[in-house]
């Protein structure tokens, strides 16, 4: 009953800028923390960036002074603003989100996106 879909990856060169964005849907009575995740070819899943209802940001020392993650929670939306991209940030890119939802009964949800590629080339 709830979905994340993500939009805004492609293809940009090193330096670059790149934004995404993801936007919940469904039976939703409130969304607790969202981040975002990536992983690359041939590693694991990692944190990139988190968010709580109230805007408190905590970053990977990887993307600390590059990325910025913000939310409009009238949208429920959240939003990665990625500068100075590097070809290490290559990766698909998850949304993640903590949600209570009202249907068919109250009830908590981590949810997940289906991934939005992100390419940097040098």
């Known amino acids: 009953q709830v979905q994340l879909v993500e939009s805004g990856g492609g293809l940009v060169q090193a330096g670059g800028s790149l934004r995404l964005s993801c936007a919940a849907s469904?039976?939703?009575?409130?969304?607790?923390?969202m981040g975002w995740y990536r992983q690359a070819p041939g590693k694991q899943r990692e944190l990139v960036a988190a968010?709580?209802?109230?805007?408190?940001?905590n970053y990977a020392d990887s993307v600390k002074g590059r990325f910025t993650i913000s939310r409009d929670n009238a949208k429920n939306t959240v939003y990665l603003q990625m500068t100075s991209l590097k070809p290490e940030d290559t990766a698909v890119y998850y949304c993640?989100?903590?949600?209570?939802?009202?249907?068919?009964?109250?009830?908590?949800?981590?949810?997940w996106g289906q991934g939005t590629l992100v390419t940097v080339s040098s």
């Open positions: 968010i709580t209802s109230g805007g408190t940001a």
């Open positions: 469904g039976s939703i009575f409130s969304i607790h923390a």
């Open positions: 993640n989100a903590n949600i209570v939802a009202v249907a068919p009964t109250l009830r908590y949800l981590e949810v």
